[in-house]
């Protein structure tokens, strides 16, 4: 029954999502050719919207994806350093003045992909150095990565003007504001190729999900798997971080909510991680922007406060 | 057929150091804790970095490609850690037929009878999941994957060590029926089932390792106490240490 009604409110916040917000939206002026709310509600929310939902699969997936090759409940895209690593990618986008856009990507935004792939990089090169001591030196490791890039950051901010450094400020709370279809589009591909690459490598991840060992003896080639799953989620993980910038809390908690709500083996929850975590952050974005708010809320700071409270409820509640 | 020439490896420090044996009979591994038991059953199945030759029936370990070493050897850890707790039986021991099959294709039905056959055979549920199952379970369940899986090779990790009597005896019961084609390895610290296997005798201590091809010759007061450092009785083909 909660699980229905958890489902029911994220769906009925997801479908208000495109009718909320600092213009009041009527019904029929959607069909009025021309009309501002016509403008607004193509040009600005749906693809608000799509992003949200993408955006949401994108990190609930590698979530998903890390406690999973790890064994670890608390790793994430984001607990290993690598939102750290983006926000000072781009970070030194802006203080170099590299606000150009070139083919139509922002630099400040390939800045920002560059360091989010950069820190998984270097990330699997020294996990090499650890792996035998377990997923927590790992974690050890994500944690001290993410220091030093928070210090680096502060470094920054002591050589950037004040203009700069509030448009680092903006970046790092993130935001689904977009300008059109181009964005939500990368989202999309980079959803559906990691919710197929999932998929397919479905078996050999309910294998590694009991352990590393066992999926070796049952012969699968776990390092080659390992990699490849990794690179293909940090770049998913990378594009979405250069286009709404870091989103807490998502990747986290999503996998373990669904795996509340349907306590089954791991790898049947990929398709429903990707949706709740979809529409979790769909409903999030609603919110942020109820009209009785004088500003809307940043989204990570949404997912935080409405994620934090459900997910201790959960967690004390059991099974 | 189990051959190596010259095993050395181990973690931080070596473990095993020149070790050689060459069987194609059932074994059983003995030596005090710490020995290098483990480590010796791990390289054999190319899970721990080693240096000299291992060879499984006529081919190189390191030439084996991940899928046909699954299907030559196996290994039975002591007992069952898993991270997800939630997999049922039914799809813990289908796992077992992975190195039979593509690395994305679904398991076939054939599989599925065949798994389906084995856990009824062992008493276990097809829908309980396994974090639910008790360790004597845990540890039928982890042999019941291994009979799927239809190695060559299986090795047993100290099988008898989360057992209650009654499950002991089962396992005993399981091992018996094991094909005669399955070469049997079994690494225990129960010198009562050591001897009532019969299987040949591999003594690893101080990095290497003693071969006795008839276990008489190792199951005798004056070696055991020579081995072990401690008295030892044998009476009605039953080992017994005695205490103090």
């Known amino acids: 029954m909660a699980k229905q009604l958890f489902i029911f409110i994220l769906l009925a916040l997801t479908l208000l999502s495109p009718f909320i917000g600092a213009v009041d939206m009527q019904w029929q002026s959607l069909f009025e050719t021309g009309s501002l709310e016509q403008a607004i509600f193509f040009d600005l929310r749906l693809p608000r919207l799509l992003l949200a939902f993408f955006a949401g699969v994108i990190l609930a997936l590698s979530g998903w994806l890390f406690q999973t090759l790890f064994r670890n409940a608390l790793m994430t895209p984001f607990t290993l350093g690598i939102s750290g690593g983006a926000i000072l990618g781009t970070g030194i986008a802006v203080v170099l003045g590299l606000n150009l856009v070139l083919f139509g990507v922002n630099l400040s935004a390939l800045f920002g992909f560059a360091g989010a792939f950069g820190s998984v990089l270097l990330i699997l090169w020294l996990s090499r150095y650890v792996s035998h001591r377990g997923s927590n030196a790992l974690l050890l490791l994500g944690i001290a990565l993410s220091f030093f890039f928070s210090a680096a950051l502060m470094v920054l901010f002591s050589v950037a003007t004040a203009m700069q450094s509030h448009a680092i400020l903006h970046y790092t709370m993130g935001s689904l504001s977009t300008l059109g279809y181009a964005q939500v589009l990368a989202a999309a591909v980079m959803a559906l190729l990691l919710l197929l690459v999932l998929l397919r490598r479905r078996f050999e991840l309910s294998l590694l999900a009991v352990n590393d060992e066992h999926a070796r003896l049952k012969g699968v080639d776990t390092k080659r798997v390992t990699y490849y799953l990794l690179l293909i989620s940090s770049l998913a993980?990378?594009?979405?971080?250069?286009?709404?910038?870091?989103?807490?809390?998502?990747?986290?908690?999503?996998?373990?909510?669904?795996?509340?709500?349907?306590?089954?083996?791991?790898?049947?929850?990929?398709?429903?991680?990707?949706?709740?975590?979809?529409?979790?952050?769909?409903?999030?974005?609603?919110l942020s922007r109820l009209p009785q708010l004088q500003s809307e809320i940043p989204i990570g700071i949404v997912t935080a406060f409405i994620g934090g409270p459900f997910f201790i409820y959960l967690i004390i509640k059991g099974r | 057929m189990i051959s190596v020439e010259a095993l050395s490896c181990g973690y931080e420090e070596t473990i095993l150091n020149d070790l050689s044996i060459t069987t194609a009979n059932n074994l059983v591994i003995l030596g005090a804790n710490g020995a290098g038991k483990s480590t010796f059953a791990k390289a054999l199945c190319a899970l721990l970095p080693y240096s000299g030759k291992i060879t499984l029936h006529d081919h190189s370990l390191q030439e084996l490609s991940a899928q046909e070493r699954a299907r030559t050897i196996t290994y039975i850890p002591p007992k069952l850690e898993s991270y997800d707790t939630f997999i049922t039986v039914l799809d813990f021991v289908l796992m077992g037929r992975h190195p039979y099959k593509s690395p994305f294709e679904a398991y076939s039905e054939k599989d599925e009878t065949l798994a389906r056959s084995l856990i009824d055979e062992h008493a276990l549920e097809p829908h309980n999941k396994i974090g639910e199952l008790s360790s004597g379970q845990q540890q039928l369940l982890l042999i019941t994957q291994a009979l799927a899986q239809e190695s060559k090779i299986i090795i047993f990790d100290e099988p008898t060590a989360n057992l209650d009597p009654h499950h002991k005896v089962a396992f005993y019961k399981a091992l018996q029926s094991l094909d005669d084609a399955t070469q049997k390895v079994v690494i225990t610290h129960d010198l009562g089932l050591a001897y009532k296997l019969g299987y040949e005798v591999l003594f690893v201590q101080d990095g290497t390792a003693e071969h006795y091809v008839d276990h008489?010759?190792?199951?005798?007061?004056?070696?055991?106490?020579?081995?072990?450092?401690?008295?030892?009785?044998i009476e009605d083909g039953i080992v017994g240490v005695v205490y103090g």
């Open chain 1, 237 to 286: 993980i990378g594009v979405l971080i250069s286009i709404t910038g870091p989103i807490g809390f998502v990747g986290l908690i999503i996998p373990h909510v669904v795996r509340k709500l349907y306590p089954r083996a791991n790898h049947e929850l990929i398709i429903p991680t990707a949706l709740i975590g979809g529409l979790f952050l769909a409903a999030c974005d609603t």
């Open chain 2, 216 to 233: 008489n010759t190792f199951f005798t007061k004056t070696n055991l106490k020579r081995s072990y450092g401690v008295d030892f009785s």
